[in-house]
């Protein structure tokens, strides 16, 4: 893959890895990126991570070929909406958003028939945030999702794999209501529930605290705005998590309320074995 | 602190440790250790890390000066009771178990006159099990409980704080009933929670957890059996501990529903400040 000139908008931790990743790859000519805040965008420059910054999208997108959206999952179809009437024909527009169903569905049918959009997730999020941590090899090895619908161009879906691709991702292509479904559990519930156990701890407990609290709730300490536009989005499939959730801590309630201890040591067993398969799958992604 | 016979009931992870940690610092003249399966018995003898090797508490714990439980917190008890009447006078008879309040009660009063136990409970578990993962270093830095009743002898209670911080420990004393209260939400909801987590997870949805998922979720890896033990022996603080989780996920659930973008940014918001405020304070131990 090579991309004559690539747009980035959003220039945080994913936007930012995205553009170094592609720098150290030597995947596109020249890299714009667009942000709003002149020290990440100083910074980016004078790593020589991009060639050009912008604080307007609608600047940036018109001289691109492949744009990618990195900015709050409830922005990403309103700017792509905006830059679309701008764009050159057969521009290939992509995001980094944690929710897909939203997205797609803002975007679909509301193009101009010479752009296209495909919606991407890579798993790569981390409790830190900004350009500083960026890393170009943070997308290696990682799983990305790439979304399909029934309107998804097939051209635009496989430059779409390609991109992550070259990036060292893995790339899953589903459809954006099954990522949300399935994201819901593997990531969006996680989230609200590290920060519900959080919000639960007196101060005075936190010289009680070892490393299984601290690696339980690490994620509470993701950037509380983004983290609300997301489960918002993601809301029906989360009410949905809370409810299974609700059925397994009333089967623990049970057995304690109970003293079952059969029952108890079966629950948390049969958790075990999922959590242990899992470090066995997926150890490419450790 | 000088001790001239230990001995240590359990080779786990942190019998294992506790070993090594003394044996490396020149704590004790001799120590011996009580377990139950001939290959780690073993190897703890190969490393150098104890003298001696029991397969019966009732054997070791009449010539230890100082004796320490590291078995399931069911057991404690009851070897400590078993045991008491065969012992040295003046012997300290400590354990590591992960809960409190029980094992004091079951032992308090019932001791012959010239034997004192005091209870301890180092936070330096792991789901990581077994003396190869044993570390002389376990505990530097790490805070553990030392219990206070209005029973408790004063110089056996200072003896036992002597003998964590010799191993590098940062020393809490309180009552058996408040450590109990507070490792609910520090340690045994995390797990509970933890496992739940897991068990709402669609096998096939493996592929799409990241490293957010993995942390979240890390010691739900643990042991069954001694988890169980754990969290039947604290279950009174784990029902009230529900309870708050309860009203907590309520309090998500609603902002979710009602699309209560300002609450649950402020929810969020709250979490990450607590989540925060924890690795600053503790950084001695992370």
Redesign the interface.
Known sequence: MKIDTLAIVGVGLIGGSIGLAVRQRGLARRILEVGHRQASMDRALARGAVDEIFFDHLEAVPKADVAVFCTPVDLIAEQILSAAPTCKPGILLTDAGSTKAAIVRNIQGRLPPHVHFVGSHP?????KRGPEHADGNLFEG??T?VTKTAETDSRALDNTVEFWRSLGSRV?VMDPEAHDR??A???H???????????????E?????????????????????L??GI??QN?ES??A??D??????AQ??RA??T?D?PT??Q??????T??????Q??SW??
Chains 1, 2 share one sequence.
């Open positions: 798993l790569a999020g981390s409790e990682k799983v999702v899953m399935s994201l559990l593997t990531s519930m996680p989230h609200l529930v590290a920060s519900a156990l959080v919000s639960i701890l007196a101060p407990l936190a010289a009680l605290t070892a490393t299984g609290f601290r690696d339980t709730t690490r994620i509470a300490a993701g950037d509380p705005a983290w609300t489960l918002l809301r989360l009410l998590g809370l299974l959730l609700g059925v397994s801590l623990f309630r304690l309320e003293s201890r108890l040591d629950l948390l067993a049969q958790a075990k999922i959590r242990d398969a899992l470090d799958t997926n992604s450790a």
